[in-house]
């Protein structure tokens, strides 16, 4: 497809749209990052808490540096967001492609929550999701959401 044509300025809908979703970008970084993904708590009482900063400060495996990686891939659309709250167009192709990284990370997610789950189900231990899965998930969501309806607004002076 060919790039979107420039104009002078985005109409304030269009701004707020982006301004939301570079919002949703950041707090679904956020709640990866700092909150708890994932509790577990085994038959002798023992709680293990999984979250992207107790991975990395304590064990610092793959698991820390994948969901670092996931969080750090959030920040592509909230760049790409505020520059098109702030009339900077960029080409389709690049949103398009910010918006798939950001479906990519909430699949991800969803993957892994199902894998942890069956694995701690099958290993007799209580489990709960975290706060941070639910508010990551759900920011992703509203990003995706409010992400499309940029991507239409952006196309609405040329749309015939």
Do not use: H
């Not at 659309?77 to 520059?83: G, Q």
């Amino acid at each position: 497809m060919a790039p979107m044509p420039n104009v002078d300025a985005p109409s304030p809908t269009t701004r707020m749209v982006f301004i939301g979703a570079f919002l949703s970008a950041v707090s679904a970084t956020s709640f990866l990052l700092v909150a708890d993904l994932f509790r577990s708590t085994n038959s002798n009482g023992e709680t293990a808490v999984i979250s992207v900063s107790n991975l990395l400060a304590m064990d610092a495996s793959q698991g820390g540096w994948v969901g670092l990686i996931l969080a750090l891939v959030l920040l592509y659309p909230a760049y790409l967001a505020l520059m098109s709250s702030v009339g900077m167009w960029l080409r389709r192709e690049r949103l398009q492609v910010a918006g798939i990284c950001a479906a990519s990370v909430l699949m991800v997610l969803f993957i892994s929550v199902f894998k942890w789950t069956r694995e701690e189900a099958q290993a007799g231990n209580d489990w709960i999701i975290g706060i941070g899965m639910y508010g990551a998930a759900v920011s992703i969501i509203v990003l995706l959401m409010l992400w499309r309806a940029g991507m239409w607004l952006l196309d609405d002076p040329y749309r015939e």
